[in-house]
């Protein structure tokens, strides 16, 4: 059984910065592509930080570039967002995704999420 699980999510003021992670079970980690993704309350969900499966090569968001990075360590089958300088805007739910296309099929795993708040 696949579980993405991520922790690190909490309450920060402007300006701070917060480390989300997630830990994945029950997959062949490295062979997956990681992204986060975040949705706030009346809002779509949005993509926010992709990687590669062997990390090589990342993408972001304009809304959160040079102030999120995305990282993954393939030992510990678990994906990092490290996010700076914080914006009220930021807040949301911060769920990551593993996705594998191999041939055919596509493999799409989805965690729970972890809330992020931004506020004085």
């Known amino acids: 059984q696949v579980q993405l699980v991520e922790s690190g999510g909490g309450l920060v003021q402007p300006g701070g910065s917060l480390r989300l992670s997630c830990a994945a079970s029950g997959l062949t980690f490295r062979s997956y592509a990681m992204s986060w993704y975040r949705q706030a309350p009346g809002k779509e969900r949005e993509l926010v930080a992709s990687i590669t499966s062997a990390g090589g090569s990342t993408n972001y968001a304009d809304s959160v570039k040079g102030r999120f990075t995305i990282s993954r360590d393939n030992a510990k089958n678990t994906v990092y967002l490290q996010m700076n300088s914080l914006k009220p805007e930021d807040t949301a739910v911060y769920c990551c995704?593993?996705?594998?296309?191999?041939?055919?099929?596509?493999?799409?795993?989805w965690g729970q999420g972890t809330q992020v708040t931004v506020s004085s």
């Open positions: 995704n593993a996705n594998l296309a191999a041939g055919w099929n596509e493999y799409d795993y």
